[in-house]
């Protein structure tokens, strides 16, 4: 199985730098009900589009199932989780992020969710029967992306279900133009891949479904190892 590399390594500490220190307060007004930006808008409801995409993909009833939030943010994915009855493990680079998600989730399902600031695919984390990873693996190029997926493959019993930024010519104009964000606080490159590429360089991935909002465009894909 393929170990991380010094390219992983490289990308995984500007991710943290960002979340953790350049735009905690971005993300966290972001993944609120507070009012945004028109922009910022049309990201909030992409992003609420996707995790619902992504939740269909997952049993109604999660009963008994142990279930990864690989990079959980401020916790939403964690909280739906956990409400199918899932056991949560909700891992984020961020522990600013981490810190927001504790602190916002439900005091009903708090006992279903544990929480911990690292690398989402650190094997001390154990075995899972699915993995949800929502705009986490976006910023990894194909090698290492691949590379990660057999990695968490290989201790998870059913599915990955995961996003990556699409091969679109209006993706790419927007992101070289750098309009997604204010410069003080754009997040770190993110890096386009074909659902098809993908596939042939791991069986067992499968393309689900794309949502375009605006601001937000991201597809979904499942790695059932």
Do not use: K, N
């Not at 170990?3 to 500007?14: K, M, V």
């Not at 691949?146 to 091969?167: K, W």
């Amino acid at each position: 199985m393929a170990s991380a590399s010094p390219a992983y390594d490289r990308t995984r500490a500007r991710v943290e730098a960002y979340f953790d220190r350049t735009a905690t307060r971005v993300w966290e007004r972001l993944t609120s009900d507070q009012q945004v930006s028109r922009i910022r808008q049309t990201v909030r409801e992409g992003r609420d589009r996707m995790r619902g995409l992504m939740l269909d993909r997952l049993p109604a009833d999660l009963t008994g199932r142990r279930v990864l939030d690989a990079g959980c943010g401020t916790g939403a994915m964690a909280a739906e989780l956990a409400r199918r009855g899932a056991e949560v493990l909700a891992v984020d680079l961020s522990p600013r992020l981490i810190e927001i998600a504790r602190d916002r989730m439900d005091p009903a399902l708090a006992p279903r969710v544990r929480f911990a600031a690292g690398d989402l695919a650190d094997p001390a984390h154990g075995q899972f029967d699915h993995v949800a990873a929502m705009d986490s693996l976006i910023y990894y190029d194909a090698p290492d992306l691949v590379a990660l997926l057999d990695r968490l493959g290989g201790r998870t019993a059913e599915s990955i279900v995961f996003t990556v930024a699409p091969r679109t010519p209006l993706l790419m104009a927007m992101w070289g133009a750098g309009r997604l964000f204010p410069a003080s606080d754009r997040s770190p490159r993110m890096v386009p891949h074909s659902a098809a590429r993908l596939g042939r360089a791991l069986p067992g991935v499968a393309p689900v479904g794309r949502v375009a909002r605006g601001f937000y465009i991201s597809e979904c894909l499942e790695h059932r190892p």
